[in-house]
């Protein structure tokens, strides 16, 4: 299974807005590659704007196959892809 660019914004949109107790549409997600950092994400909710590390991006991601597609996995499973877009292969 793969998980597009947009599938994972959507996931750390919807982790974020349930920690905060906020709509997910008050969420903005930008994801980020660097060669020396790897993944990251900038997320700013009303004008403040933080990081969260690609283990936080992961863990959005697994909450997100088990909320939307009931599919249960665990970190190792995930592997983020950078290729056009930055893609999240989920192994079986």
Do not use: K
């Not at 949109?13 to 903005?28: G, K, S, W």
Request: charged letters at 25%.
């Amino acid at each position: 299974m793969q998980l597009t660019m947009d599938e994972i914004i959507n996931a750390v949109c919807l982790n974020i807005a349930e920690r905060r107790q906020i709509r997910p549409t008050d969420v903005i997600v930008e994801l980020l590659w660097d060669e020396d950092l790897g993944y990251s994400a900038q997320i700013t909710v009303q004008g403040q704007s933080w990081y969260i590390a690609e283990g936080a991006l992961i863990e959005a991601i697994m909450r997100y196959l088990d909320q939307e597609y009931g599919r249960r996995v665990f970190p190792e499973q995930i592997r983020l892809d950078l290729t056009d877009e930055i893609v999240a292969h989920v192994a079986s």
